[in-house]
């Protein structure tokens, strides 16, 4: 049955793979993404069942308004998608404390707001999923970004909490935690010599965690043949 979805950080390589897979799945998406001529872009070639939303996950207003927008045009939120992220590389000693507060407002914070938004829509429906992109780091730790894998383990954790306040009201709340993924995000972090170095691996021994791969745990999640799973972190990577 056709679902209407919200997608964050829906511009990304994440966001945009696992919206171009709902969408031709025949969900209705609501791109919402900081980058505003992304989300543009990416929901004109959904076409009109996709809808683009500029939005800061990180700010209350805006993610007020980002659901209100998709209320206002669709009527229901059957599943949201936290996808949005950020990962600056600096070892613990140069890490700024602007930076820090950075990266957990939008890693960690965006998934509260956006979760506490929707959560009050679908508590009321008695029905809804939320997903979150979490990541192995934040089981692992990250030399590097360990802002980063701290705002993932505090996903890991708000996952399993809301999932266990929400059951009574048949919210299931989920998390994916993939092992390195060819997207921007991680282009930026490493040299063209590692990439390829990667590329020429197993995801099970250090590859990338194909996308393909995500998008299709995120189609199990909101299917009907997963009305119990809920609180679970599915690890896409040999722990
Ligand atoms: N790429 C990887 O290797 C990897 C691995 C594990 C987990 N993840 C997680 O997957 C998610 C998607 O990552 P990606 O690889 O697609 O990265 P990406 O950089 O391609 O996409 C991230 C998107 O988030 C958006 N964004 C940033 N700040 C925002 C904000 N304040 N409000 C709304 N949107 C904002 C960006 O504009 C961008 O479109 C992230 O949460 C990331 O941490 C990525």
């Known amino acids: 049955m056709s679902q209407t979805i919200i997608v964050t950080g829906a511009a990304?390589?994440?966001?945009?793979?696992?919206c171009r897979g709902l969408a031709h799945d025949g969900h209705r998406v609501v791109v919402g993404d900081y980058d505003g001529e992304g989300?543009?872009?990416l929901a004109w070639d959904l076409g009109k069942e996709a809808l683009?939303?500029?939005v800061d996950v990180g700010d209350p207003a805006?993610?007020?308004k980002m659901v209100?927008?998709?209320?206002d045009r669709f009527g229901v939120i059957d599943v949201l998608l936290?996808?949005?992220g950020i990962m600056p590389r600096h070892p613990v000693k140069d890490i700024?404390?602007?930076e820090w507060d950075r990266v957990l407002r939008i890693n960690l914070k965006g998934v509260f707001l956006c979760s506490q938004m929707v959560a009050r829509h679908m508590t009321e429906r008695k029905e809804g999923r939320i997903i979150s992109i979490t990541s192995g780091r934040g089981i692992a730790g990250a030399p590097g970004a360990a802002h980063y894998a701290a705002s993932k383990a505090g996903v890991i954790a708000f996952t399993k909490s809301l999932a266990i306040e929400l059951a009574p009201d048949n919210v299931l709340?989920?998390?994916?935690?993939p092992g390195v993924t060819d997207t921007p995000m991680s282009q930026a972090g490493y040299t063209e010599e590692e990439r390829q170095k990667r590329k020429a691996l197993s995801p099970l021994l250090g590859g990338y965690t194909p996308v393909e791969e995500i998008v299709g745990l995120v189609r199990y999640l909101i299917s009907d043949v997963t009305r119990s799973v809920t609180g679970q972190v599915f690890l896409l990577k040999t722990p």
């Open 12 to 18: 990304g390589g994440i966001g945009s793979a696992i």
């Open 39 to 41: 989300a543009e872009r």
């Open 52 to 54: 683009a939303v500029t």
């Open 62 to 64: 805006s993610v007020q």
């Open 68 to 71: 209100e927008a998709a209320l």
């Open 82 to 84: 936290n996808g949005a």
């Open 96 to 98: 700024s404390e602007e």
């Open 173 to 177: 709340v989920n998390a994916i935690a």
